[in-house]
């Protein structure tokens, strides 16, 4: 069975441009064409822009993706490998939301010390014009 881009789009809930670019990136494999030169897709390509797109909403970067869907190749193997994947970027968001909760912690602080009188006197402008006024290292 072979599908149309606007079809596979349609499938996997991605838009057309982004296909395209997944294929560009390499996540995709290149699309053989019809005799007219369209792009023609199967099942697996669905399945595959599928996987990719939800890797993409639970924030995976694209080369993890890649590699995971280099290890998804080889079913018999261990999945140690995707789990430390798994893991690193799991790190890597709770270390987002840390800085998450800083920058939370810094606008709270500033509009709390802010006397909402005139903006010549406002400390949140004050604070975004002088890091040294902030209460502590935020990204």
């Known amino acids: 069975m072979a599908f149309s881009i606007g079809e596979l789009s349609r499938r996997a809930g991605v838009k057309v441009p982004t296909i395209r670019y997944y ?11 019809s005799d007219g030169g369209q792009r023609r897709y199967g099942r697996a390509d669905a399945e595959r822009l ?37 893991a690193r970027h799991l790190r890597e968001v709770e270390r987002r939301i840390a800085s998450l909760g800083r920058l939370r912690d810094e606008l709270a602080r500033m509009i709390g010390e802010c006397g909402h009188g005139r903006i010549g006197d ?4 004050e604070t975004l014009a002088d890091h040294a006024h902030c209460a502590g290292e935020h990204p």
């Open 23 to 33: 294929e560009a990136a390499g996540l995709m494999p290149p699309a053989p064409r």
């Open 50 to 86: 599928t996987f990719i797109r939800h890797a993409r909403e639970l924030g995976f970067e694209p080369e993890a993706i890649r590699e995971l869907l280099d290890l998804t190749a080889h079913p018999e193997q261990s999945c140690a490998t995707i789990d430390a994947i798994a």
């Open 122 to 125: 406002c400390r949140v402008v």
